[in-house]
């Protein structure tokens, strides 16, 4: 795992540098503002990096503080894999609520509301009760990164068996008594592929109500503008090449308002046998998907694009941009080929490589 993490770490940074470079938007009105950036680690096992104007330096820190807290309490009631001892975070759920049903906090309810919602739109490509299956995954990616000689997949036979165990109809959400039950005593919860975004867009809209404008977060390629920015000096949002042998980034999009999130196979995996497994898991063959190396989302709403760049991995190009268009979405696939997609959306918000800052 924690070889895993510092090649992501690396790659994440060489992203976000270029995103530093491109992130020029300064406000032309006000000549007094100046960019600041900061870099900090923790928060959903992931990098992030705001970029933001102001004045001065105290009140930059001022916000980060308070990005840096905000992330931090979130993560504790989102994870699957720390204890917490207030409130019946995703890990308590997991081993409780298939017993008695569960008092939950309200940000807990309204992510769970959201994942459930986006896993019968997405008619489970990306599926929030997934848990079973995705556990078997992970132990197998932590064992190996732990000892890579012992490498070993899971079984078909017990990845069958945990797939019987991950239907959204037994996850009960119960708004009135505000609690959570599972149906099924061995349905697990995994939030990984909806959760970063859901709280960057949560915290954005935190932020905006607070009055803070002109700053860019990125959560571990979760990607969201906080304010209004200016139509003329957009956000220029450099997306990253997963191939490491290659030079140059695969793309650069302008962001006005609103989210870009990537998903990619370089950002967790492990080596079995020669081959790669990555932490993508198709429904259907419980298997990592062996369609793209990765997928981009542009949209309003960072949490959607988070969950759709999860769920269209799972789907072909044609059905991809079907779901892609309800909520109005610019997608970018790479696909295992080493071919470029995009629908009609991403076109019209690219930007030369070579484009001059702003
Ligand atoms: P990351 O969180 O690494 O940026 P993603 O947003 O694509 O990448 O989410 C991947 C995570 O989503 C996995 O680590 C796992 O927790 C979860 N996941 C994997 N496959 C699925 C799936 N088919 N449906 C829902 N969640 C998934
Ligand atoms: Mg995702």
């Known amino acids: 795992m924690k070889l895993n993490r510092r090649f992501n770490f690396v790659l994440l940074l060489l992203f976000l540098s270029f995103c530093l470079q491109a992130c020029t938007a300064a406000p032309e009105e006000d000549n007094q503002l100046r960019q600041f950036q900061r870099t900090f680690l923790g928060s959903f096992d992931t990098v992030t990096q705001v970029v933001g104007y102001e004045r001065n330096e105290d009140a930059f820190n001022e916000v980060c503080d308070e990005i840096e807290k905000r992330l931090m309490h979130f993560h504790q009631l989102y994870t ?25 906090d309200p940000l807990v309810m309204d992510l769970l509301k959201e994942g459930k919602t986006f896993t019968l739109k997405t008619n489970g490509s990306f599926n929030c009760c997934l848990g079973s299956v995705l556990s078997l995954w992970h132990d197998a990616r932590e064992r190996a990164v732990k000892n890579p000689a012992e490498a070993s997949l899971p079984s078909k036979e017990e990845l069958a068996e945990a797939s019987s165990h991950c239907n959204p109809e037994d996850l009960i959400l119960d708004e009135k008594s505000h609690t959570v039950f599972f149906k099924d005593p061995e349905l697990k919860l995994d939030l990984g592929g909806l959760a970063k975004g859901y709280v960057v867009e949560r915290l954005a809209r935190e932020l905006e109500a607070e009055g803070v404008n002109h700053y860019l977060i990125s959560a571990g390629g979760n990607v969201r503008s906080i304010g209004d920015g200016l139509p003329d000096r957009p ?11 290659k030079q140059g980034l695969l793309d650069t999009v302008a962001l006005h308002k609103g989210a870009v999130v990537t998903s990619g196979t370089y950002e967790r995996f492990f080596i079995c046998d020669g081959k790669r497994y990555h932490h993508i898991i198709d429904p259907v063959t419980l298997f990592p998907s062996d369609r ?17 760049s999860t769920a269209l991995f799972n789907m072909s190009i044609e059905d991809g941009e079907q779901l892609a268009e309800q909520f109005e979405a610019a997608v ?27």
Do not use: F
């Open 292 to 308: 793209y190396q990765s997928v981009s989302v542009q949209c309003a709403n960072s949490g959607t694009a988070d969950a759709l």
């Open 80 to 104: 699957i894999y720390d204890d917490n001892d207030e409130s019946n975070n995703l890990k308590k759920l997991n081993e409780g609520a298939a017993e008695k049903p569960m008092p939950v």
């Open 235 to 245: 956000w220029r949002i450099g997306i990253q090449n997963p191939d490491p042998e």
């Open 332 to 358: 970018l696939w790479l696909d295992n080929a080493g071919e470029l997609h995009m629908n009609a959306r991403w076109k019209e918000i690219r930007l030369p490589a070579d484009a001059p800052h702003r």
